[in-house]
């Protein structure tokens, strides 16, 4: 795998946490010349920091900005020459009930999941489409199971997914891969920066993290697929449970995830 890797040019959307530092990680040692980017300056500063000898560019941008999308990526071109691997992973998630959930909490979650890979996509494009390159969009079981209290998250996996397997078919003659991974429950941030009703962190979490798969194992399988060409990735049996349920019993589904994400009335965040 890690020969696969050797001296291609890699954006990882969201590097500086979870999932996507991991992938950071493993692509320097692999080799790779690497691009990331995250909204806080000094986390992206301690990851240079991190690997003042490797071939790590970092940008304070938000996905979600298409000016600050495009920026990252002409930035990679010009210090790397090209791009030939974009994983889209920087994500945000939510914990409201519709009832209660401001609109500004959907338009967000949708405009950093789903917009801020159509703006990285886009201006990687040309590049991606010369070196018969990879797009990646780092999704979730919610884009295949809607999950309650994570109305507009699921909705964001859902649009990536639909959008990602179009362009797949659009580009299909031009041997560019594309591909979506759904990662199950996996230790991270995530839980922590989810945004509440009103659109804030809300920093806790009731969620054993201890008993999730970690963001190296999930990064490891990430770019074993993507070295592989694979079309989709359904990571963890509980992952691969619930799809698997929503497709062919949808109605049991509703009821297990009912069950699941409510405890005593409450919703489980
Ligand atoms: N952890 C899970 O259980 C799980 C399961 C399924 C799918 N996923 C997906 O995996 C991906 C990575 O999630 P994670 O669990 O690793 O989360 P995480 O630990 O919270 O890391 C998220 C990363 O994305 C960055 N980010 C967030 N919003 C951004 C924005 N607007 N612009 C640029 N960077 C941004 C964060 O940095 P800043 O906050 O500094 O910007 C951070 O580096 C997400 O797409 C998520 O939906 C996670």
């Known amino acids: 795998m890690s020969a696969y ?17 991991a992938l950071v990680d493993d692509l320097l040692q692999a080799g790779a010349k690497v691009a990331t980017c995250g909204r806080d300056h000094d986390k992206l500063y301690r990851l240079q920091a991190t690997y ?24 990679t071109i010009r210090n790397f020459g090209k ?25 967000r979650v949708m405009d950093i999941n ?5 703006y990285c996509t886009k201006y990687a494009l040309e590049s991606i489409i010369e070196n018969k390159g990879t797009i990646v969009g780092v999704s979730s079981i ?20 639909g959008w990602l397997e179009a362009i797949k078919t659009e580009l299909m003659d031009s041997k560019v891969h594309v591909m979506w991974v759904c990662p199950g429950f996996t230790t991270s941030n ?38 592989k060409k694979k079309r989709t990735l359904v990571l963890t049996f509980q992952g691969k449970e619930t799809v698997f349920l ?11 995830t009912h069950r699941f994400y409510f405890k005593n009335g409450e919703l489980v965040k």
């Open 190 to 227: 995530i839980r922590t920066a989810a945004l509440d009703k009103d659109a804030q962190s809300h920093g806790e979490t009731n969620m054993d993290e201890g008993k999730m798969m970690s963001a190296e194992e999930v990064s490891g399988h990430i770019l074993k697929a993507i070295s």
């Open 5 to 21: 890797f050797k001296d291609k040019v890699v954006v990882v959307t969201g590097g500086t946490d979870g999932i996507g530092k």
């Open 142 to 161: 919610a884009g295949y199971r809607g999950l309650p209290g994570r109305s507009a998250y699921s909705a964001s996996k859902y649009a990536l997914q």
């Open 52 to 75: 003042p000898s490797y071939h790590l560019h970092t940008m304070v941008a938000d996905v979600s900005n298409e000016n600050e999308a495009r920026r990252l990526i002409e930035s």
């Open 246 to 256: 929503n497709k062919f019993f949808p109605k049991l589904a509703d009821w297990f």
């Open 114 to 118: 789903f917009f801020g890979a159509v």
């Open 83 to 107: 791009v030939d691997i974009l994983i889209n992973n920087a994500g945000i998630s939510m914990r409201a009930l519709l009832k209660d959930a401001s609109t500004e909490v959907i338009r």
